[in-house]
């Protein structure tokens, strides 16, 4: 099994950044698979103490990134004479993993499993069916749930038919209509 689970970054994690040398940080991927010098990539595995009761299996990955004007005031002392900020699966956070629900191993699997397949779908809907929307394209889940999941519409049944009403007035009707016409299109999985 593969999971992705994000968590704060503790002293601990701290200590072991600061043993990262120059040259363990790797340039960040964009959606599209070109590399970023805005944000970049290291493996902790081996410098962090908190994992000594991890399995062989297990990695743990830190990603930088420039601090945006919002983030800046709280930069911790670490980050402040670095001029990044560290952190964790920001936008699986957003679908969830912000809160693991119990204290049971397997609750907690079962949650960020659900929480991965939440995160697939939204960037799989992205890329099928909002490719050539400019403002949704590259959205983060909070975005997404803002402008399309959260739709102002009517579901009425009419003719043993379910007919969904999208008001005009809406600044993502038209997007949010493609959207659904695109992803009704593709074939059923067999």
């Known amino acids: 099994m593969k999971f992705t ?3 704060t970054i503790t002293d601990t994690d701290e200590a072991a950044i600061e043993l990262l040398p120059a040259g363990a940080w790797s340039d ?3 959606q599209d698979g070109t590399a970023t010098n805005s944000a ?3 493996e902790l595995t081996g410098l ?3 994992l000594h009761a991890w399995t062989g299996t297990l990695r743990l990955l830190v990603r930088r990134t420039k601090p945006s004007a919002r983030h800046a005031k709280n930069l911790t002392d670490l980050e ?4 990044w900020r560290y952190g964790q699966v920001r936008c699986g956070k957003a679908m969830g993993l912000r809160k693991l629900p119990s204290k049971a191993w397997t609750a907690n699997r079962d949650w960020v499993l659900a929480c991965n397949i ?3 779908l939204a960037v ?3 890329l099928v069916a909002l490719h050539d929307q400019p ?3 590259h959205a983060e889940p909070d975005t997404l749930r803002y402008r399309l999941l959260h739709l102002p519409a009517n579901l009425a049944a009419h003719a043993r038919r379910r007919v969904l009403s999208v008001p005009d007035t809406w600044p993502w009707a038209e997007a949010f209509t493609r959207c659904r016409q695109r992803l009704s299109l593709l074939p059923l999985p067999t």
């Open 118 to 120: 939440a995160t697939d």
């Open 135 to 137: 403002d949704l394209a």
């Open 40 to 42: 970049h990539v290291a």
């Open 5 to 7: 689970v994000g968590w």
């Open 80 to 83: 402040k004479p670095t001029g």
């Open 124 to 126: 799989w809907t992205r």
């Open 28 to 30: 960040s991927l964009n």
């Open 48 to 50: 962090n103490h908190r």
